[in-house]
């Protein structure tokens, strides 16, 4: 149990890094994105 939980902490913290300087760099990005889950 504890190794999936550790995982996915893992992977949520590496979904932040990969993502937020995509977003906070690219206002195009943060706009398709927005289209897109719009």
Same mark, same amino acid.
């Given at each position: 149990?504890? =190794? %999936?939980? /550790?995982?996915? @902490? @893992?992977? /949520?913290?590496?979904?932040? %890094?990969?993502?937020?300087p995509? %977003?906070?760099?690219?206002? @195009?990005?943060?706009?398709?994105?927005? @289209?897109?889950? =719009?």
């Open positions: 149990m504890s =190794a %999936v939980v /550790d995982s996915s @902490i @893992i992977n /949520d913290e590496t979904k932040k %890094v990969l993502v937020e995509l %977003v906070t760099n690219n206002p @195009i990005t943060l706009q398709v994105l927005g @289209i897109c889950s =719009a």
